[in-house]
């Protein structure tokens, strides 16, 4: 049987493609402020701020790549049962050839309807999303993407997802942001090692499981532990 391994990703995952974390010195939210482009109260008030903000991600988006961390996560299906759960909105893992991929934050490249959750729609070809299009309930569309104050609807799949994993690894996570950070508790039990890469200090002092912290950038990192864990695990 293959191990069951589970790969909780956030920005840092992203960030040696050239896609700007968060609460890094150079992150997003150092230039922008969350309350004006990512809560519900922006959208209503302020919505062309909101709309352009993720036009720019968006188009900034479609000139990245995967980098080596997304590929050797993807080759690991090779020998492992791998899940990503992401936060990223990015589709970087996707292009990378991971075909079993939770996004926790919602996606990018997605639209969908103010006033009916299900009606989603693929952005298609570009970038933009025009200030006035819509749905076809005639709602306003809005992007695809959980905001500040908003559920996360896939955080009980996700919970579901940890709580089967053997081995769970976790990359480029600040681990501030909740209720996405709370996955590393909802392991099957204590034994359950833990595997972090992240070259900074994210917020680990709750994980009571066996934590190994590498601290290297994703691409460095990333391959070196999947090397690792493959001489391990695989049969
Ligand atoms: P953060 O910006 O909070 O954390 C980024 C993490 O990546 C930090 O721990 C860095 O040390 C690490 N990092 C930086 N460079 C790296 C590299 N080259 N390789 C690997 N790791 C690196 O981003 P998240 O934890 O993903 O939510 O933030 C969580 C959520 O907050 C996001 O999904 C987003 C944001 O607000 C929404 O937009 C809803």
Known sequence: MKRRIVVFTGAGVSADSGIAT???????????????????????????QVIEFYNLRRRESLTKRPNAGHLAIAEMEQWADVTV???????????AGSTRVVHLHGELMKLRSERNPDLIYD?????????????????????HIVFFGESVPMFDTACRIVASADVLVVIGTSLAVYPAASLVYYVRDRKVPIYLVDPGNPDTAMIRNPLTHIKERGAVGVPQLIERLKNEFAE
């Open 85 to 95: 759960i992401t936060q990223n909105v990015d589709n970087l893992h996707e292009q």
């Open 123 to 143: 952005i298609g070809e570009g970038w933009e999303q025009k200030l006035d299009a819509r749905a076809e309930d005639g709602a306003l569309l809005r992007p």
């Open 22 to 48: 968060f609460r890094d010195a150079d992150g997003l939210w150092a230039n922008y402020r969350v309350e004006d482009v990512c809560t519900p109260e922006a959208l209503k008030n302020n919505r062309a």
